[in-house]
């Protein structure tokens, strides 16, 4: 008879300690108990009466567990996801996204529903009141996107708290918004960037470089925004950093490092901001930073920012409203519409793939 997962600690003194995985969460968890008194015949007899409970066991539904009372652990499971199913671990700024959606979004809507009693239809109600929802900041409603990437955090809360409360998951067949064309990505044409450009030049200086730069190297937001003028150097411009809520990371959001050679015309434009930095008393022109904000806590420009002067310049201009990562699917559309092989582009871009 096998004395696996059988320690002998003392004269008639043992301990039992085996993993299993929970029959209705499927999570590995373990068992241990310290058992006195007893001959090695007797413990076997035990391991082999837990093993057998632990296996078959299916745990009572807890009919008082609400949604708020999982975040906790929700969190630290998207941190430290089962690396056999992931090929890597959530990128730092997926899961900040996705605590502040919990925190200020799915928490205050529906931590209160008790995780028991919830069904499809009070989440299928939930994601149509989103969908009618109006944003305090525009004063239209929310992009399809945005809805979707809140369905996407309940849907995923909701069946992890299922498994907590032992209950059935009713987000399984829960879907999100039909994708709404205002929000659909786009790339300008060249005829409508020239304008763009001509206009900031002369209504925007303090966009004009960035919006140049993003439409050259196809940077990301961040990517640009994060740019520090030790990064321009020796004939290239080297984007391996990025800026999130005034914060600057050693790392682009995929980890893609590109290093652009620098032209002619580009060196002109940085240079001319530079001086125009100076000449225009720019409260952080000795700054490191290439593009810095005019106020704030940190020297590095919001996202939100960018986007309100190219909102505004598309309402001068009289174009379609376009947003400021659109600025990289035109850099990428110019290029392939000039014969710049498909290899190249992905290479500058970091795409994993033409789609």
């Not at 059988?6 to 068992?31: G, M, N, S, W």
Request: proline share 4%; with cysteine.
């Amino acid at each position: 008879m096998s004395d696996r997962n059988i320690k002998r600690l003392a004269p008639h003194k043992y301990k039992i300690r085996f993993k299993f995985r929970d029959p209705l969460t499927q999570r590995q968890r373990v068992y241990q108990e310290t058992l006195e008194g007893v001959t090695i015949v007797q413990a076997r007899a035990r391991r082999d009466e837990a093993r057998a409970a632990c296996l078959r066991e299916t745990p009572s539904i807890n009919r008082s567990l609400r949604l708020s009372d999982c975040v906790g652990s929700y969190q630290a499971d998207r941190v430290l996801r089962d690396p056999r199913r992931r090929r890597r671990p959530l990128a730092r700024s997926s899961l900040e996204v996705e605590a502040q959606t919990l925190e200020k979004i799915i928490i205050p809507a529906v931590g209160d529903w008790v995780v028991a009693s919830i069904t499809l239809r009070d989440l299928d109600e939930k994601v149509r009141q989103w969908s009618v929802a109006i944003a305090p900041t525009t004063g239209q409603p929310y992009a399809s996107s945005t809805i979707n990437g809140w369905v996407g955090v309940l849907r995923r809360l909701v069946k992890h708290s299922a498994g907590m409360a032992g209950a059935e998951d009713p987000s399984r067949d829960l879907e999100g918004v039909a994708q709404s064309t205002s929000t659909v990505a786009r790339a300008l044409t060249v005829e409508e960037s020239r304008r763009l450009l001509e206009h900031l030049a002369e209504h925007g200086r303090d966009y004009y470089a960035l919006v140049y730069l993003m439409l050259v190297t196809a940077a990301r937001v961040g990517e640009a925004t994060a740019l520090h003028w030790d990064q321009v150097a020796d004939g290239y411009i080297v984007l391996d950093h990025a800026a999130r809520r005034g914060e600057r990371h050693a790392r682009t959001k995929t980890g893609h490092v590109s290093r652009v050679k620098l032209l002619p015309e580009l060196v002109q434009v940085l240079d001319g901001h530079r001086d125009w930095l100076a000449e225009s008393g720019h409260p952080r022109a000795a700054g490191a930073v290439i593009f810095p904000s005019r106020r704030g806590r940190t020297p590095y420009m919001a996202s939100s920012t960018l986007n309100s002067a190219l909102k505004r310049a598309a309402k001068a201009l009289e174009i379609a409203r376009f947003r400021p990562h659109d600025l990289r699917h035109t850099a990428n559309t110019i290029m392939l519409s000039e014969g710049v092989e498909e290899r190249a582009v992905r290479a500058l871009t970091g795409h994993s793939s033409p789609a």
